[in-house]
């Protein structure tokens, strides 16, 4: 049996790694350089409780149960996990009416621990927020991550149980005959494949079409965001949310793992096609600002280290379109819109599991479940961190001043797959911080240069097309 | 002709005129002190800079030797020197204040090494 | 290295601790001349200054560790928490200077729409790569920011045949030296755009160009005023920031110069914590780095052996055209010279301090240049007597 993941996101990492325990040959296939480069990488980061989501739709059903995976998911898999909680706050008396809706969704949607709070309670709780709160919301079980790690972990583990993982590979046909997919065509070669499971974020329309399905008919919304110093983490202690409209869920204050602060997202149609219209833009910075002022009004004058923007995978239905279709062995995991992460280990499990009932696959008799990150030295003890030195004297030498990222990590990062500056970055933190790699951008490089043996001017930041470097000074 | 030279002798910047006819200064005015006469002058005929850059190392620490002229050399030349000195090299390792190469374009100035730099390490 | 040096010549013993493997910090990196004319009466390039200390530093019988990295200080006595490649170690001390320099603001603070392509270099990244790695980052440049390190990596990816285009300065007047000015930008023809600055940038993965906007008077852009520009390269000069990681939990820093405060002692709220250098605020001359460096080692080795009483200080208060100010705070009694920037240029200036203690005519006030204010005892002690003490620089 022949499984194709197409999309190294968090959702085909998590799904490849669930169908890793199986007997069957595993590949997943991923077009950009590195894995969790999609959607996976721009978004707020938040595991969400599932109050948000229409009672009935796969958004609904999925997030609540990911919310509950995500504890055992951040310890089997080594990621950063934090439950911090969350707070919708209402300013309004129509705003808290909203409130009442959210409380009796989540509770229709199996969210434990909701309350709805007075503005005493919500000040004492988060003495920064505006005063002229009117009330809150405080969904306990929300968390924060970083996506892209859980991607990483998730791919690595899969590996280790044996599935294997292209990136830079584009996916350019599905060969389908007989109503039943035959085979997976990348712009590298053919594989014989008697499933497909299509996670490919925002392309998922295109892999579709491509086995002859009309759907997810996805519409990109972009969402920029911003990042503060953590200097601004004095004013944050769980992530908050305004109240929501009908359009999206507001511009949120979000404290993140790393200790900073994100604040985000906007939530702007672009047009269909436009699959990178990852631009940042001033109007878009300045609604970002402003909406965050008004749930924390000291955030207006913390200073920002950074700004990116997202797309999101919007669908005309506006839920997750998952599962089995027409066409033989070929699998939806796909318009993954908020709360995709979330979702994405209960999603994983379940789609896993239909496969396997569908095709007979046996369970492996040893699955490795346990997979563990490089080790990060800022969060190990002294004596954990004198024994790695011991044993590699690399893991003593500080290479991103900001985070405290040893050359020893970045090493242990290209060996796990790091090509790039920026594949360093996403598996290490560094260059994430304050200077954002003005200090250690220079080191990366040279480390990259010397562990793939390659020259400096064939290190890109994030694959072909961005090279960092010109040219030697003497050749 | 009459040239317009910001004096960069100290920081007030005094805006000087010099007056040159035939290559030589005649006037000098504008200038609050006496240096300002002498940068003046020296500037309106002749700009002199120092002239600071890398030369190709091998088999050092790293891949270049920070240098520089040792006294300074006609600004004019300068697009010369650069396109000279990016044809030297020089084999570590290299002591700070060595000589790499005398009498530059023959302009009399050496080109000196501003940092010791080592062999590399063994790999 | 000039506060280490200053320590052990006075008898203590002292550890300099640095994170690179070289000595010299930011002065490896700075090949060009300009250092030296005040301590050394020659005119030296970073190298070689740096060289000159060193000696001084071996000289002097302090230990050096290279490679070595202060994770934690303090904070109420002064243990460093230590990690180089021979391992963890705490190191006790009864003082410690930090003198950790500064770090550049990054493309990301400036908040510029558009794209986040490879070709945006902070000038001292890019100054590194040049220098250090021997590594060209483009082949078509533009400068944003006229401060003295843009001005100078303007004439050094010049010299290294880049194509320079220009260099933008959101500011109507120079941020850099004025012999840098003219040493670096009207010596090779390079333009200089005052009142400019970038508004987009342009190219998904490596940067194709810029859109450069004018701005007004108070640095907002003009509309109509767009002009795109080709490049592969923005080198970035747009602000340094004091270095204060491991210490700002503990001390109060000033908002403007955004180091730590510290008094003519060069000594933090915290008794056995003092810091100098750009770790206190952005100076404009190493030798002065370096004095300020000396006092500071020479105030830690008196508070090492107990002879450094705490006592009340004296706050500055800035007025009118005061920029960065250091000390923030004076001690009475004691003789201190104020290091003085203005925020905006004047011609002809009076620097006073009091009111009516201290004032001092000078010509040619600019902003890239900080200006000295020596303080005897006297005037010290009588700054204490007033209900305020201010500094203020103001038309003359």
């Known amino acids: 049996m022949r499984v194709a993941v197409v999309g190294a996101g968090i959702v085909g990492s998590l799904i490849a790694r669930e169908l890793a325990r199986y007997e069957a040959d595993v590949l997943l296939v991923e077009r950009e350089p590195d894995v969790g480069w999609g959607i996976t990488k721009a978004n707020s980061g938040i595991v969400h409780a599932g109050f948000h989501d229409p009672p009935g739709t796969a958004l609904a059903r999925f997030c609540a149960l990911g919310n509950a995976l995500f504890e055992q998911l951040a310890l089997e898999l080594d990621f950063a996990f934090h439950r911090c909680g969350a707070w919708v706050l209402a300013f309004t008396p129509d705003e808290r009416r909203v409130l009442d809706g959210l409380l009796n969704q989540g509770m229709e949607n199996g969210v434990p621990g909701l309350t709805i709070c007075p503005p005493d309670d919500v000040l004492s709780e988060q003495p920064y927020v505006t005063p002229d709160v009117a009330a809150g919301l405080w969904a306990p079980t929300v968390g924060i991550t970083e996506p892209w790690a859980v991607a990483l972990a998730a791919a690595e583990n899969a590996r280790e149980n044996g599935a294997d993982w292209h990136v830079g590979e584009a996916v350019t046909g599905i060969a389908v005959r007989t109503g039943r997919v035959q085979a997976v065509v990348t712009d590298r070669g053919r594989y014989a494949a008697d499933v497909v499971v299509n996670a490919a974020g925002l392309w998922a329309d295109r892999i579709a079409a491509m086995a002859g399905l009309s759907e997810p008919r996805l519409a990109p919304r972009r969402g920029e965001y911003i990042l503060l110093d953590a200097s601004a983490r004095a004013f944050v202690r769980s992530v908050l949310f305004p109240t929501p409209n009908p359009h999206s869920k507001g511009i949120l204050v979000v404290p993140t793992v790393d200790g900073g602060v994100l604040l985000g997202p906007t939530a702007e149609d672009v047009s269909l096609d436009a699959k990178r219209a990852t631009e940042t833009t001033a109007h878009g910075m300045a609604v970002v600002r402003a909406g965050a002022t008004r749930l924390v009004p000291a955030l207006a004058r913390m200073p920002a280290i950074h700004a990116f923007a997202g797309l999101r995978p919007e669908s005309s239905g506006r839920d997750f379109v998952v599962g089995p279709t027409p066409v033989r062995g070929f699998y939806q995991a796909a318009a993954m819109r908020s709360p995709g992460i979330t979702a994405a280990p209960a999603l994983a499990r379940w789609l896993a599991e239909s496969i396997s009932a569908e095709f007979s696959l046996q369970p492996k008799s040893r699955f490795i479940s346990a997979r563990k990150g490089i080790p990060r030295t800022a969060d190990l003890s002294a004596h954990e961190w004198d024994a790695l030195i011991e044993r590699d004297p690399h893991y003593g030498q500080i290479a991103c001043p900001c985070n405290g990222v040893t050359e020893g990590e970045i090493m242990e990062a290209i060996r796990r797959g790091a090509t790039t500056v920026d594949g360093v970055k996403f598996r290490t933190r560094a260059g994430f911080g304050r200077c954002q790699g003005g200090s250690c951008a220079d080191r990366v490089l040279a480390i990259l240069t010397r562990e793939l043996c390659v020259s400096p001017e064939e290190v890109t930041l994030r694959g072909p097309g961005s090279a960092l470097v010109a040219d030697r000074v003497r050749p | 002709m009459t040239k317009a030279i910001v004096c960069v002798a100290c920081p007030v910047g005094c805006e000087v005129a010099a007056e040159v006819v035939g290559g030589e200064v005649t006037r000098v005015s504008g200038n609050r002190c006496p240096q300002g006469e002498v940068y003046a002058r020296q500037e309106a005929v002749e700009p002199l800079r120092v002239l600071a850059t890398s030369v190709k190392l091998v088999d050092g620490a790293r891949p270049l030797v920070s240098v520089r002229t040792d006294r300074p050399v006609p600004l004019r030349l300068i697009p010369e020197l650069t396109a000279h000195i990016r044809t030297l090299s020089v084999c570590a390792p290299a002591e700070v204040g060595q000589a790499l190469s005398h009498d530059l374009l023959g302009t009399g100035a050496d080109l000196v090494a501003t940092r010791s730099m080592p062999r590399a390490a063994p790999r | ?396």
């Open chain 3, 1 to 396: 290295m000039a506060a280490a040096t200053a320590a052990a010549h006075v008898g203590a013993r002292t550890l300099l601790i640095e994170r690179e493997e070289a000595l010299g910090g930011v002065l490896d990196q700075c090949i060009h001349p300009g250092f030296g004319l005040h301590r050394y009466r020659e005119d030296l390039t970073g190298p070689e200054f740096a060289h000159r200390l060193v000696g001084e530093l071996a000289a002097s019988g302090a230990e050096v560790w290279t490679g070595s990295t202060a994770l934690e200080l303090g904070p109420s006595r002064p243990v460093a928490r230590v990690v180089g490649t021979a391992g963890l170690v705490r190191v006790r001390a009864q003082a410690v200077v930090w003198a950790a320099g500064a770090w550049e603001r990054p493309v990301g603070a400036l908040l510029i729409p558009g794209t986040r392509p490879a070709g945006v270099f902070t000038a001292g990244l890019a100054q590194r790569f040049v220098n250090i790695h021997g590594l060209i980052p483009g082949r078509r440049a533009l400068v944003l920011g006229s401060g003295d390190i843009g001005l100078i990596m303007a004439r050094r990816l010049y010299l290294e045949g880049i194509e320079v285009v220009g260099v933008l300065e959101l500011r109507p007047f120079p941020g850099g030296l004025l012999r840098n000015v003219v040493q670096c930008l009207h010596d090779f023809g390079i333009q200089l755009r005052l009142s400019h600055t970038v508004s987009t940038l342009h190219g998904r993965d490596r940067l194709t160009g810029v859109t450069v906007v004018e701005v007004d008077e108070h640095g907002r852009p003009i509309v109509g005023s767009e002009e795109h520009i080709e490049v592969d390269t923005l080198i970035l000069s747009v602000g340094l920031i004091p270095e204060t990681r491991k210490i700002e939990p503990w001390v109060s820093l000033d908002p403007i110069n955004g180091g730590a405060d510290v008094d003519g002692w060069f000594r933090t709220r915290i008794p056995w914590l003092f810091s100098a250098g750009n770790a206190v605020a952005v100076f404009d001359l190493v030798d002065t780095v370096a004095r300020v460096g000396e006092r500071a080692g020479l105030a830690a080795a008196r508070h090492a052996r107990g002879d450094l009483p705490v006592g009340e200080t004296v706050p500055l208060v800035r007025e009118g055209n005061v920029g960065h100010l250091v000390p923030t705070s004076l001690v009475p009694g004691v003789a201190t010279t104020l290091f003085v920037r203005a925020r905006g240029p004047l011609p002809r200036a009076r620097v006073e301090v009091g009111p009516g203690v201290v004032s001092r005519l000078h010509v040619g006030v600019r902003p890239a240049e900080m200006v000295e204010v020596d303080l005897s005892p006297e005037e010290t002690t009588k700054l204490a007597s007033l209900p305020e003490a201010r500094v203020e620089v103001r038309p003359a």
